[in-house]
């Protein structure tokens, strides 16, 4: 029930739903990318080659990409209080039952489960700050949230280095859901969409209403769970929208070198003892988490005053696709802190052109967010299946500049394709 007091000073509670967003996003990352910090102890226990841990970090993406879609779709149709808690619960238990297992196949398996429950989890983001934002407000929301992945993961890494030197690497999967489980009930008992929370009054809602926010209709025809196969067609029918999906594939390729091989780089390619490769992988991900908080600040202060959305949105994407291209100069030097340098650089500029999910926002059919930030996260989920297997097979010589050569380039090719496909910042109908 909303609060309705007609003098009552306008509430906030869109900054308390944003938080919680942020934090369920830290443990998303958490729980995607604890296989990276496990691997150089996982490989050496289950004696796994290169081209296999190129697999296992991939196999998490097979089912997460494909089912981006159905996963855009459900968060459409479903509750996110209960949609959310749901896939958190098993993708935690997922998570947690990885410290059980003793073969490459049963960690593809339990992988490719973590895929199936983390689909919906970004479409659900996404819809979550559209309705609870208005437009000018909603670069930064997306820029707090996204956030969390970058930010979760500089402190976390060293926490969960040292928690897996003394509880050994099983143990860190069971700590790691543990968590994810305790929080998918905080969800459920806390989070209602703005129309439905006890606590906003009549004041913000309408702020947020007025202000472009996608407040849900709660009739019954707007619940109706029929599929339409003209949807699906609509979402890739778009060339504007075409120019977004290849931008994200771009990005992503930065952000799965990070979320998976990046430790396993420190430790084996360049010789860095384990806990100090825990110390030193933070620094990028907090350079990321302050390239992705000015790029959603700097984005929306530009829009208030006045700029287009095609500089106010675009900019810090062009400018971060092209930083991202710098990972290629810690090929050039074999000095630590420069090799950290130049990919602090690179993971800040994939931070900074990490606010992509406006573009969905401001750019999707409106009835249609959550299934065109699927197919959106279905094509940038596609990254997550091929460049960890492209870094396997390239780096497998014991030479890791090719990989790097390869992610730049795709950096350059999201720089164009946001450039030269994505055209005016509009919403299609």
Request: positive net charge; charged residues 15%; contains cysteine.
């Amino acid at each position: 029930m909303i609060s309705s007091e007609p003098t009552a000073k306008m509430t906030k509670k869109r900054y308390t739903i944003l938080t919680m967003v942020f934090i369920t996003v830290v443990i998303n990352y958490l729980d995607r990318t604890n296989i990276s910090i496990a691997a150089s102890a996982l490989q050496e226990d289950l004696d796994i080659n290169a081209i296999q841990l190129g697999y296992i970090f991939s196999a998490f993406a097979w089912t997460y990409a494909i089912l981006q879609i159905p996963g855009g779709f459900a968060a459409d149709k479903l509750k996110s209080r209960i949609l959310y808690a749901v896939i958190m619960a098993f993708w935690s238990l997922a998570t947690l039952i990885q410290g059980m297992v003793n073969s490459f196949a049963a960690l593809v398996g339990l992988r490719a489960s973590i895929g199936v429950f983390e689909a919906p989890s970004y479409p659900i983001n996404n819809l979550v700050v559209s309705r609870w934002f208005p437009e000018k407000e909603r670069a930064s929301a997306i820029g707090i949230y996204t956030s969390g992945q970058f930010l979760g993961m500089a402190f976390l890494l060293p926490i969960l280095t040292i928690i897996q030197s003394y509880l050994g690497w099983r143990g860190l999967f069971y700590v790691s859901g543990a968590i994810g489980l305790v929080w998918a009930l905080i969800w459920y008992l806390y989070y209602r969409d703005p129309q439905d929370h006890k606590s906003i009054n009549e004041a913000e809602l309408k702020m947020i209403r007025d202000g472009g926010g996608v407040v849900e209709d709660t009739s019954k025809e707007s619940k109706s769970l029929k599929f339409n196969r003209s949807d699906i067609k609509k979402v890739f029918s778009y060339r504007k929208l075409w120019g977004v999906y290849i931008g994200q594939f771009c990005l992503g390729a930065t952000s799965i070198f990070f979320l998976t091989w990046f430790p396993t780089y420190l430790v084996q390619y360049r010789g860095l003892d384990f806990l100090k490769s825990g110390f030193l992988a933070s620094v990028p991900y907090l350079a990321a988490f302050f390239g992705v908080l000015l790029s959603g600040f700097i984005s929306d202060f530009m829009t208030r005053k006045g700029y287009t959305p095609e500089i106010a949105r675009k900019a810090p994407i062009l400018t971060g696709l092209l930083l991202s291209t710098s990972i290629i100069g810690a090929n050039y030097t074999d000095s630590t802190p420069l090799i950290i340098f130049f990919l602090s650089l690179a993971f800040f500029g994939n931070g900074l052109a990490s606010i992509a999910w406006v573009f969905i926002s401001l750019m999707a059919p409106k009835k249609l967010i959550g299934l065109t930030g699927g197919a959106f996260n279905f094509i940038g989920g596609l990254a997550g299946i091929v460049v960890p297997i492209a870094i396997g097979y390239l780096v497998d010589d014991g030479d890791f500049a090719p990989a790097l050569f390869f992610i730049g380039l795709l950096a350059l090719i999201g720089f164009f394709s946001y450039t030269f496909i994505v055209g005016k910042v509009k919403r299609v109908e």
